[in-house]
């Protein structure tokens, strides 16, 4: 059983899954529904091959919504080159994939600087390992993913799953974000590996009552922090 958990659950709509014509407005169903963050996926088509968002239209977002949390997950080619813009555009997560760059600790530094929180992703084929303890202390959240980035609605990969127990045994006070397929059937497993951070889209945005999958899966992390 991992250490108990002491950093609150979140539950963070992915926005790759809404109506991006109605951006704002299905950012604001998702707080009303009970979401704490909402998932930014900003991708360059670099990084990963698809193209969604940039700093303008998250700023277009947290002028609307003033407050909102935007847990910004970056799968773009060069971390280090967006951070003022995501800061100026309101961020307040900035999320960077560690396969990215070969000098996280400056890029974890420069968010910092900017009053965000600094999150490094791992995608599928990179071992937990490589959030060596001092990225890990540096960093305020591990995100692992649980797809290929790139594209919403994939199928969940279980054996993501150890690497979420074994940063949380590393990194208790830390936060733990899981991203990619995680919906009612999934977030079990993540959350008693020590996820407290849920990212999930289709299965929140194309429920027939999304406020109840939030609902659902914000109860099972809290179960699982309970019984840790
Ligand atoms: O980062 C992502 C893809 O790169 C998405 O956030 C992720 O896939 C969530 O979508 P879904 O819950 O539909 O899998």
Not at 57 to 76: E, N, Q, R, T, W
Request: glycine residues 8%; negative net charge; aromatic residues 4%.
């Amino acid at each position: 059983m991992p250490p108990a958990i002491i950093s609150p659950s979140q539950l963070s709509p992915s926005v790759l899954a809404s109506d991006f014509g109605q951006l704002t407005a299905e950012c604001k169903r998702m707080i009303d529904g009970g979401a704490t963050y909402l998932h930014m996926d900003v991708m360059d088509g670099h990084f990963v091959d698809n193209i969604t968002m940039g700093p303008p239209v998250l700023a277009s977002v947290s002028k609307a919504i003033p407050g909102i949390f935007m847990d910004c997950h970056m799968m773009v080619a060069k971390p280090e080159k967006w951070v003022n813009a995501v800061a100026d555009a309101g961020g307040s997560l900035y999320c960077f994939h560690i396969e990215a760059t070969d000098d996280p600790l400056p890029i974890i530094a420069s968010i910092h600087a900017r009053n965000m929180k600094a999150g490094v992703a791992i995608s599928p084929d990179t071992p937990s390992t490589a959030i060596t303890d001092e990225i890990g202390h540096a960093a305020d959240m591990l995100l692992v993913m649980t797809v290929y980035p790139g594209r919403g609605g994939q199928k969940f990969l279980d054996r993501c799953v150890p690497k979420v127990a074994e940063l949380r045994a590393r990194f208790p006070e830390k936060d733990i974000e899981v991203d990619g397929g995680v919906g009612p059937s999934t977030v079990h497993a993540c959350a008693h590996a020590g996820s407290n951070v849920i990212v999930a889209g289709t299965a929140i945005f194309n429920a027939a009552d999304p406020n109840q999958v939030i609902a659902q899966l914000t109860a099972t992390v809290n179960e699982a922090q309970r019984q840790s």
